[in-house]
């Protein structure tokens, strides 16, 4: 078995390990055979229980299956040893499906020394790269790599290759009531769309409206503004009754997805000083502020 790289391993370490298979599959030219840790028996290979992901659309699998009956593997699978000589799958469960229903007897693999964390970790990354992923799936992955594993928006983009606004405007979208989140699911509102709904006083209402309209995201972003019954919205105040800006209430958002609290801004419009407030429901989350707040 391969030993791990060091304890206490960053999202970029484990991610150098996942990507890994990728390199393998474009230097190479059968890179399955010539660079994989071992050739396994496929019965020898065991799915994790604890994946996140338990869908696999079938008509995906059937397709990648005549791939693999074509071409074999060429991206190896990650695996890590368990009891009996066996072997769960840590990266690349689609491709052991897709390979039984291609009948293969033997699957390459990389051979990883994994604790039960970096396991699920590697399962939730794995799964936000895919391209198949609705917006608020990703963004549930995002937000379990931060509550779970501690990472910030900044070392999330940077490891995954992602701009951190991209991070943040998805992290934005939890915040939606469950209803309009179904939407975007669905299929029935674009992350444009749902992004512009984010600060609306009702954003279920306007979802509605902007799926029976057929509205474009610009529309939308005017509707949000002037409210459901297309009379001007009751604007956000600021402490001294000033009406809060877009700029303001975006950056109020960012913050409050950055930090998993409510996060209010008051900054008086031409003026250079203001005010922050932190609100927390409980103990543990102020103690978790207050460790944020005096890391280095």
């Known amino acids: 078995m391969v030993k791990k790289k060091g304890l206490g391993r960053g999202l970029s370490a484990l991610m150098a390990d996942v990507t890994e298979a990728e390199t393998v599959s474009e230097n190479t030219a059968?890179?399955?055979?010539?660079?994989?840790?071992?050739i396994v028996p496929i019965e020898k290979i065991h799915p994790n229980p604890d994946q996140p992901r338990q869908?696999?659309?079938?008509?995906?699998?059937?397709?990648?299956?005549?791939?693999?009956?074509?071409?074999?593997?060429?991206?190896?699978?990650?695996?890590?040893?368990?009891?009996g000589g066996d072997y769960q799958i840590v990266a690349g469960e689609r491709r052991w499906r897709a390979a039984q229903l291609a009948q293969l007897h033997d699957l390459p693999v990389l051979v990883?020394?994994?604790?039960?964390?970096?396991?699920?970790e590697i399962a939730i990354i794995e799964n936000i790269q895919r391209a198949d992923l609705n917006p608020v799936e990703e963004a549930l992955g995002y937000r379990q790599l931060m509550e779970r594993f501690g990472h910030t928006q900044e070392k999330m983009a940077e490891a995954l290759g992602k701009s951190r606004s991209h991070i943040a405007n998805l992290l934005r979208l939890l915040n939606l009531p469950e209803t309009v989140q179904e939407f975007l699911r669905r299929g029935d509102l674009s992350a444009g769309?749902?992004?512009?709904?984010?600060?609306?006083?009702?954003?279920?209402?306007?979802?509605?409206?902007?799926?029976?309209?057929?509205?474009?995201?610009?529309?939308?972003?005017?509707?949000?503004?002037?409210?459901?019954?297309?009379?001007?919205?009751?604007?956000?105040?600021?402490?001294?009754?000033?009406?809060?800006?877009?700029?303001?209430?975006?950056l109020e958002g960012d913050l409050s997805a950055a930090l998993g609290l409510k996060v209010v801004l008051n900054h008086p419009s031409g003026a250079e000083s203001g005010s922050i407030t932190i609100k927390y429901d409980t103990l543990d989350q102020l103690d978790d502020l207050c460790s944020l707040l005096t890391k280095g």
């Open 193 to 250: 769309h749902a992004r512009a709904l984010v600060t609306a006083d009702d954003p279920e209402g306007l979802a509605r409206k902007v799926i029976a309209g057929g509205l474009s995201v610009r529309q939308t972003e005017g509707l949000a503004r002037k409210g459901t019954d297309d009379k001007p919205a009751k604007a956000r105040k600021t402490s001294a009754g000033a009406a809060k800006d877009a700029d303001t209430i975006a």
């Open 55 to 83: 869908s696999f659309v079938e008509s995906d699998l059937r397709d990648l299956a005549n791939s693999i009956r074509e071409k074999g593997v060429i991206q190896p699978l990650i695996v890590r040893q368990i009891d």
């Open 112 to 120: 990883r020394d994994f604790d039960d964390t970096e396991v699920l």
């Open 30 to 38: 059968n890179p399955g055979e010539r660079r994989a840790d071992s």
